[in-house]
Structures are given as C-alpha cells and as structure tokens.
C-alpha cells in the first residue's frame, strides 16, 4: 500500500528556533501533498496545499511566512515553522494525495512539535 | 465557511453494541470518505462514497451516502475493542479541481470490553 514517511516525530525547541517537517511518498508519486494541523482530541485543520513546482496555496488565517512550504519533488514536501513560538506547538500531519482528485489521501505519522 | 457536521462527538459502548456516527454537509459533496485515527496515531483511510444512495460494506462496518450527498453515516456492528479510534468523515466540497477535503470534527469511539 501507499506509504507516506514524515520526519520528524517529536521535535522539542526553543522559542524563536525553525524547524523544519519532511513529508515523504515513498511508494508513489504525489503531485499533491496537503499539510494539516491538529490540536489535541480536535478534527484536522487543513493549513495548506502544496502542488509540486508551485507555490503552495494557504488557508485562509495561515500565515504564509510563518509557515514555509516547499514541494520541490514529486516525492517530497517540507514544512518550516519559523521562528516557532509555544503556540505553536501542536501535532503536525501531512498528506499525499495518490494519483487522480477522487483518491484516498495517505497520511504520515504525524510530527508533534512542543516549543518551550 | 462551508463545514463538515459530525455527532456525536464521543460514544462509549459496551463490547458488542452497535455504533453509529453522522456527518451533514450543508452543501452537496463530490464525495465522501471516512478515516478512521487510533489514539496517538495518524488517519487512516477506510473507504471512499461517491455516487448518491451509496451503501458500502467493510465485515461489521456500513457506510451510507444520502440521496442528495450531502450526509453519510457509519456503522459498525457488534463492537469489538479493535475498533476504538476517532472516525472522521471528510467531504469534497464542490468539484472540478478543488482537491481539498473538510473533515468533520470526528467521533471518538470507545468500548468497554
């Protein structure tokens, strides 16, 4: 089956510190990937899609450079929180989407971001 | 903005009780799909519904789609403790090429053995 990798899986750091999330299709190629932001025991909020060689197009309410979309690959997407803050600490997931608009979308583990 | 409804929003059963969780769209979805999270873990997809009155089957799991498409619904027979999980339906708002999913604000599930 599709597999998508994300890395990292916690990641723990100061206020004011980057930190960037790799999303990764490792069976397949994705020329969408999708990036969500899901706060404890809440639905998934969608903060951005990313098209591979083109800008990722935002939420509305996510702030573009805050958080940094690169889909330089048809396998990989990165997501850069700069210049992180403690409210931005959540869990971080991101999705490849397999082939044609009607497919299921594959999802990474997730990345759990804590900003002291 | 446009939303995905989902209730309840918690269930706990007794093991081998049915469960059922709802989703309502105000608008008329392309598709629907469900996925279903373990605690501490990432969506996994279940199934897609496309076409009006849809009705699909997973061994204990039944999947509806309205006439009109816009609400769906899960069911699950005779729990089990396997299936603990947070069921999220996630809908595709209008068509063309928007490949965005809503997803509603999921229903955890737990089952006391």
């Known amino acids: 089956g599709a597999v998508v990798s994300q890395h990292p899986s916690w990641v723990i750091c100061k206020s004011g510190t980057s930190v960037k999330i790799e999303c990764r299709s490792l069976?397949?190629?994705?020329?969408?990937m999708f990036w969500y932001r899901q706060f404890p025991k809440q639905s998934l909020m969608l903060m951005a899609t990313?098209?591979?060689?083109?800008?990722?197009?935002?939420e509305q309410g996510v702030e573009k450079d805050k958080f940094l979309i690169n889909h330089a690959s048809l396998t990989l997407s990165t997501l850069t929180v700069t210049s992180a803050h403690p409210e931005d600490s959540s869990f971080y997931i991101c999705?490849?989407?397999?082939?044609?608009?009607?497919?299921?979308?594959?999802f990474g583990d997730g990345t759990r971001l804590s900003i002291l | 903005g446009q939303q995905v409804m989902q209730i309840p929003q918690y269930q706990h059963v007794q093991e081998g009780e049915d469960f059922t969780t709802y989703c309502n769209s105000s608008?008329?979805?392309?598709?629907i799909q469900w996925y279903k999270q373990r605690p501490g873990g990432h969506p996994v997809f279940l199934i897609q519904?496309?076409?009006?009155?849809e009705v699909k089957k997973q061994k204990r799991l039944t999947f509806q789609f309205g006439e009109a498409k816009k609400n769906s619904s899960l069911h699950i027979t005779a729990t089990q403790t396997t299936d603990v999980g947070t069921y999220f339906c996630?809908?595709?708002?209008?068509?063309?090429?928007?490949?965005?999913?809503?997803f509603g604000k999921g229903t955890l599930l737990t089952v006391n053995p």
């Open positions: 999705s490849a989407l397999q082939g044609e608009i009607n497919q299921p979308q594959h």
């Open positions: 069976d397949f190629q994705a020329t969408t």
């Open positions: 990313s098209n591979e060689g083109s800008k990722a197009t935002y």
């Open positions: 608008t008329t979805l392309s598709n």
């Open positions: 519904l496309v076409k009006s009155g």
């Open positions: 996630a809908g595709r708002l209008g068509g063309g090429s928007n490949y965005k999913l809503t």
